[in-house]
């Protein structure tokens, strides 16, 4: 806690500092900082929001939080971290959410007042950090107790097959989910996840920083740029995520990157659908770390969840929210 309240402290005076509007009467409550954004007589009741450091990957759960903030306080919240950069900036603005970096970028808005600053580059190398438990094989096995939580009560042995990791590492991802509450015992014979959702949002973001990547495949381009409105994807070794599966979930979206879950011989999908290999495609194709059972078009919705959740576009971010609230809400709240 004292380093984000470090963070708060010196974004704030620096802002103050270099600005003739000010962020007065500081307080750093444990729970919700806040304070008043001050221009000439009028002032503004806020609530901020601390992160150590921002991603693209992590705009999404950003936005959320910010909201949820804004509901609990009652106050316009405001993410305060030590740096944005100029395509975060962009989206936190589309977005109409406020923040404030230790570079000195912000976006801040209240009535007839703007203020938009970006392009400032940090003076300090910012480090990223995961959480520790979440390496590739931990995140396997996440994604398969949060798709099919009754895994909890079968054995070791069943969990590892299921997740398609070594059976050795089942135990300390169990204690590791139990350590940081999200894994409580029943009985000497049961456990339950719990704090679902946290779970969920955490998941995504490792999903996306430490494992998607190296499912990647490759990028492709197509001759026809609908070919995949009538790709067939009955069969055990494809099926769509990202955007267009978040389209075909809520129908409020027209994908431009096309995302592919793929398992098997890649060959004669390519040569079907006439896909060509370009660095900067608009399809993705991914290996599939699942089995795809050929009965369900969709990747399974919380993967396309934390593929639109984690994209860093303003568009599929609410997109992600609505398939939350439409599919998944019921299971992790």
């Known amino acids: 806690m004292d380093g984000k309240n470090n963070i708060l402290k010196s974004t704030v005076e620096g802002f103050n500092r270099d600005n003739d509007i000010q962020i007065c009467n500081l307080s750093q409550s444990l729970l919700y900082p806040s304070g008043q954004f001050a221009c000439g007589m009028r002032k503004f009741e806020v609530a901020f929001l601390v992160k150590s450091y921002m991603n693209r990957s992590r705009i999404g759960l950003v936005l959320s939080e910010l909201h949820g903030l804004s509901v609990k306080t009652g106050k316009p919240a405001i993410l305060v971290t030590r740096y944005v950069n100029p395509i975060i900036a962009e989206e936190l603005k589309k977005a109409k959410s406020m923040f404030l970096d230790s570079a000195g970028n912000a976006c801040?808005?209240?009535?007839?007042?703007?203020?938009?600053?970006?392009?400032?580059?940090?003076?300090?190398?910012?480090?990223?950090?995961?959480?520790?438990?979440?390496?590739?094989?931990?995140?396997?096995?996440?994604?398969?107790?949060?798709?099919?939580?009754?895994?909890?009560?079968?054995s070791y042995r069943e969990i590892a097959l299921q997740s398609k990791i070594a059976l050795g590492k089942v135990g300390g991802v169990l204690k590791s989910l139990k350590a940081k509450g999200y894994l409580v015992n029943l009985n000497e014979q049961?456990?339950?996840?719990?704090?679902?959702?946290?779970?969920?949002?955490?998941?995504?973001?490792?999903?996306?920083?430490?494992?998607?990547?190296?499912?990647?495949?490759?990028n492709y381009t197509a001759e026809n740029t609908h070919w995949w409105k009538n790709a067939n994807m009955s069969n055990k070794t494809a099926c769509w995520g990202g955007e267009v599966a978040g389209a075909e979930i809520t129908g409020r979206l027209q994908p431009q990157t096309i995302t592919v879950y793929f398992r098997g011989n890649i060959g004669p999908f390519i040569l079907k659908n006439k896909l060509r290999r370009h660095l900067s495609g608009n399809v993705e194709i991914l290996e599939a770390f699942w089995e795809i059972d050929g009965k369900h078009r969709l990747a399974p919705d919380i993967v396309v969840f934390a593929d639109l959740m984690t994209s860093g576009n303003s568009r599929n971010i609410e997109i992600a929210e609505v398939l939350y609230e439409k599919r998944l809400k019921k299971r992790f709240e």
């Open 190 to 218: 049961e456990s339950k996840l719990i704090n679902g959702k946290k779970l969920l949002d955490e998941w995504c973001v490792a999903y996306r920083e430490r494992l998607r990547a190296k499912l990647k495949i490759g």
């Open 108 to 154: 801040l808005s209240f009535g007839d007042i703007f203020v938009f600053i970006k392009g400032n580059k940090s003076t300090e190398e910012i480090r990223e950090t995961y959480p520790k438990s979440f390496n590739t094989g931990d995140i396997r096995m996440i994604f398969t107790l949060l798709n099919n939580p009754v895994l909890l009560q079968k």
